[in-house]
């Protein structure tokens, strides 16, 4: 498997934990009875971790929009290159440390580790055009 291919496995199940987290936090917090409601409204209880919680999900799918289209094109016409496989390696590498920061609300370093996650998506496209090309 490549590391282009192991990084959507691994992007695949920080959203999944980042989806457990919050429903278990709304569960906790806002009780039961929220989880199976129609979830009208804000859930009761939230408070500001709840706020970073969800703003961690949130956030890991705006850059899955960007990143695993990206990953799965290089994956699918079997490209992978130092281009690549780096973008593939910093993203996760980025992704993991960036999650626990947001969650415990540090700033300004969690801003620091989302960056290159972030850079790493043209340097993806870059890797796919030039393995394209090459």
């Not at 920080?14 to 929220?34: D, H, K, M, W």
């Not at 799918?61 to 990953?71: I, R």
């Not at 960036?98 to 043209?122: D, K, N």
Request: proline share 6%; net charge neutral.
């Amino acid at each position: 498997m490549t590391l282009e291919a192991l990084s959507i496995v691994i992007y695949a199940f920080l959203i999944f934990a980042a989806i457990l987290v919050q429903a278990i936090y709304s569960s906790r917090t806002a009780g039961p009875a929220y989880g199976i409601s129609n979830r009208e409204g804000d859930p009761p209880g939230m408070g500001a971790a709840g706020l970073r919680i969800d703003r961690t999900l949130a956030n890991l799918k705006e850059v899955a929009s960007m990143y695993l289209p990206l990953a799965l094109l290089a994956v699918s016409m079997d490209i992978s290159n130092g281009w690549t496989s780096g973008a593939a390696l910093l993203t996760i590498a980025s992704r993991l440390i960036y999650v626990p920061l947001f969650y415990l609300g540090i700033p300004v370093v969690r801003t620091l580790v989302w960056a290159p996650s972030f850079v790493a998506i043209p340097v993806l496209a870059a890797g796919i055009l030039i393995g394209a090309a090459g």
